[in-house]
């Protein structure tokens, strides 16, 4: 698995009801707190991939950015940070550059066998996509990219209501807006079911 903390949060999870973990196959979570799309690819594709039964990403906001820093580390921008030290890039260079990172892994995946199924963690897309590319990413893999209810924050919200999916402060009183611990096991018991499907 892969993703922002929406994802990183889903290993947080003991013992998930009515999910096998073990038909999960073998698991790792690189899910990390804030990260964009471009961190997702790349720390995906750094993986030997062919160890892993089953691959899961959670597709971050398309607002997110990264900067090389002059130490050779790179950074994650926000795009609050991008607009006050950088030109903002246009709406559609951002999603062109989004269905670039899906399709780049959705291709090496499919090339070399490895079953896969792609998510957004939440929804940042205003408008839809103006682009040929676009036609080209599996709707089957990638459901909620086509079904806005298949998002995982609009899915457990519609399971279980706003008050019961996401947690609306964190334990120091700061907003938080991640999903709860129940809907952390609903979403994983999608998962579990989608899985199950191949």
Request: hydrophobic share 30%; with cysteine.
């Given at each position: 698995?892969?993703?922002?903390?929406?994802v990183?949060?889903?290993?947080?999870?003991?013992?998930?009801?009515?999910?096998?973990?073990?038909?999960l196959?073998?698991?790792?979570?690189?899910?990390?707190?804030?990260?964009?799309?471009?961190?997702?690819?790349?720390?995906?594709?750094?993986?030997?991939?062919?160890?892993?039964?089953?691959?899961?990403?959670?597709?971050?906001?398309?607002?997110?950015?990264?900067?090389?820093?002059s130490?050779?580390?790179?950074?994650?921008?926000?795009?609050?940070?991008l607009?006050?030290?950088?030109?903002?890039?246009?709406?559609?260079?951002?999603?062109?550059?989004?269905?670039?990172?899906?399709?780049?892994?959705?291709?090496?995946?499919?090339?070399?066998?490895?079953?896969?199924?792609?998510?957004?963690?939440?929804?940042?897309?205003?408008?839809?996509?103006?682009?040929?590319?676009?036609?080209l990413?599996?709707?089957?893999?990638?459901?909620?990219?086509?079904?806005?209810?298949?998002?995982y924050?609009?899915?457990?919200?519609?399971k279980?209501?706003?008050?019961?999916?996401?947690?609306?402060?964190d334990?120091?009183?700061?907003?938080?807006?991640?999903?709860?611990?129940?809907?952390?096991?609903?979403?994983?018991?999608?998962?579990?079911?989608?899985?199950?499907?191949?």
């Amino acid at each position: 698995m892969n993703g922002c903390s929406f994802v990183r949060n889903l290993s947080t999870i003991s013992n998930p009801s009515n999910v096998h973990w073990g038909e999960l196959g073998k698991m790792c979570n690189d899910g990390k707190d804030g990260v964009n799309n471009q961190h997702i690819l790349r720390t995906t594709l750094s993986r030997n991939l062919k160890d892993y039964s089953y691959i899961y990403i959670g597709w971050s906001s398309v607002y997110r950015f990264e900067a090389m820093m002059s130490d050779g580390n790179t950074t994650n921008i926000t795009e609050e940070e991008l607009d006050k030290h950088w030109q903002l890039p246009t709406e559609q260079w951002i999603y062109d550059n989004f269905i670039n990172q899906v399709l780049t892994l959705q291709n090496y995946l499919k090339y070399n066998n490895i079953p896969f199924f792609f998510f957004l963690s939440f929804d940042t897309l205003h408008h839809h996509f103006n682009n040929e590319l676009f036609k080209l990413i599996d709707e089957d893999t990638f459901p909620s990219l086509y079904n806005r209810d298949l998002v995982y924050q609009n899915y457990v919200i519609n399971k279980l209501g706003k008050s019961k999916a996401i947690n609306e402060y964190d334990d120091e009183g700061n907003v938080d807006g991640h999903p709860t611990e129940v809907a952390s096991r609903v979403w994983l018991k999608y998962l579990n079911e989608r899985r199950s499907k191949i």
